[in-house]
């Protein structure tokens, strides 16, 4: 049975916070994934939402300093942004409209 100390419960919080992936920190742990869950509940929710946190700031403070890539990232995922692109096939005669094509699968059947 395993008992949570303050030694693992901090190693919970570290690894949670750089990253590392739950069943990495199993196995350093030497626990079950469940175990994991049931005992470090809290650890691993305030931890990953302080790592998110660190990392939404400094992506912020990116943003608003001019970095384009981050000001489109964030765009993207929090403003609701999307790229598009409206291609328009039509000539301007009319003449060389796109035509639909029928795709049929292969059968061996057919051939």
């Excluded at 919080?13 to 175990?35: A, F, N, P, Y």
């Excluded at 384009?68 to 003449?95: P, V």
Aim: aromatic fraction near 8%; charged fraction near 30%.
């Amino acid at each position: 049975m395993h008992t949570p100390t303050e030694e693992t419960r901090e190693a919970v919080r570290s690894h949670t916070r750089s990253g590392t992936r739950q069943e990495e920190i199993c196995s350093l742990l030497g626990i079950t994934d469940k175990t994991l869950r049931k005992h470090y509940k809290e650890e691993l929710a305030a931890s990953l939402a302080e790592a998110n946190n660190i990392v939404a700031g400094k992506l912020f403070e990116k943003a608003s300093n001019g970095d384009n890539a981050c000001m489109f990232f964030w765009l993207k995922t929090r403003a609701g942004y999307r790229e598009t692109e409206n291609k328009n096939y039509i000539s301007e005669d009319g003449s060389m409209t796109p035509q639909k094509i029928e795709i049929v699968p292969y059968s061996k059947k057919d051939g």
